[in-house]
């Protein structure tokens, strides 16, 4: 592999996602330039993806480039973001033209899905490692952040939890996880839209990367409140419901991670407004419990009965795997 070959992957990733008149100038110079609108402020992201650390190194390379710009968007959407302007850096073991294809198809239709454009990028020859830095904008004022969480609000998620979660410890234990379950590990959707109805209504948001014990419990020591949570009420989709039901661990829904949902907090009296305002919404909502003055977060499990998650959360792969970081 030469160095020019590297060169070549810009074709890979030319117009790649929306065309968008606010991106002035793109891939090609010495710095993109952006014009953000008048009065937004504007929200900036960075997450490195590492082969062998967050992904299988044989990953399939479409659903790698999907997921690469995925978990970005996911935090954007968790800021009540609009997401309109991307960079990527690829370090590659090889310029493999197959790969590229693959990569490409993944990221930049989801790009396009979102409205989204490539305004820059980097490639370099190394160990697989994908990193993309996302910048959305949200009128000022009004970005959801973890804080602002107060007692009596309460506690909701968007679409189901832990199918990713089982997904990768089915991969982990040599078993072909169901499609339903394997699509939500490999291709997560970001709650995007979810985010920007949630401006002026959530008072905090987080999305669930690690799982919803460890996020949840950085949006609770960020607006300095606790939890009380009905294990009754986490959304769960009908294969993770069969497992459970078949004697599953409630762990992996609370711990898997991966899950790429949304978890907010509103008041009481907006109850209403959430609705009419989320209701109409593909994923879906869930209330979970409510916000408490007193620290610490409480589960209350399937049976009525306090429950007492297990410490250190849902291991999947021990300490070296996927799934691990
Ligand atoms: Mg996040």
Not at 109 to 136: C, E, F, I
Not at 174 to 187: C, I, K, N, S, V
Request: with cysteine; net charge negative.
């Amino acid at each position: 592999v030469c160095l020019s070959e590297f060169d070549l992957i810009r074709r890979w990733f030319r117009d790649c996602g929306a065309r968008r008149d606010d991106l002035l100038l793109g891939v090609g110079d010495d710095a993109a330039l952006l014009l953000p609108p008048p009065g937004m402020e504007l929200a900036t992201t960075l997450d490195t993806l590492v082969s062998g650390v967050h992904f299988f190194p044989d990953a399939d390379p479409e659903a790698l480039g999907h997921k690469t710009l995925a978990v970005n968007l996911s935090d954007l959407a968790a800021m009540g973001a609009t997401p309109a302007w991307v960079t990527l850096a690829l370090t590659l073991p090889a310029a493999d033209p197959a790969w590229l294809t693959g990569f490409a198809r993944g990221f930049c239709g989801l790009a396009r899905a979102h409205g989204v454009a490539l305004a820059g990028g980097d490639t370099t020859r190394g160990p697989l490692s994908l990193t993309v830095a996302a910048n959305g904008w949200v009128p000022a004022g009004q970005a959801l952040r973890r804080a602002g969480a107060a007692p009596g609000d309460g506690i909701y998620v968007t679409g189901t939890l832990g199918d990713a979660g089982l997904a990768l410890a089915e991969l982990g234990a040599g078993r072909m996880p169901d499609p339903a379950l394997r699509r939500r590990l490999e291709r997560p959707d970001p709650r995007v839209a979810a985010g920007l109805a949630l401006r002026g209504l959530a008072s905090a948001a987080i999305d669930l990367s690690d799982g919803l014990l460890a996020d949840l419990g950085h949006l609770l020591a960020a607006s300095a409140v606790g939890a009380r949570l009905e294990l009754a009420c986490l959304p769960r989709s009908p294969v993770l419901a069969a497992w459970l039901a078949a004697g599953g661990d409630w762990n992996l829904p609370l711990n898997g991670g991966d899950d790429y949902e949304l978890c907010f907090t509103v008041p009481r009296s907006r109850a209403g407004a959430l609705t009419a305002r989320l209701g109409g919404l593909d994923c879906g909502i869930a209330a979970i419990g409510s916000v408490t003055a007193e620290p610490g977060l409480k589960l209350l499990g399937p049976d009525g009965r306090p429950f007492v998650p297990r410490a250190g959360g849902w291991d999947h792969f021990g300490e070296s795997g996927p799934g691990a970081a």
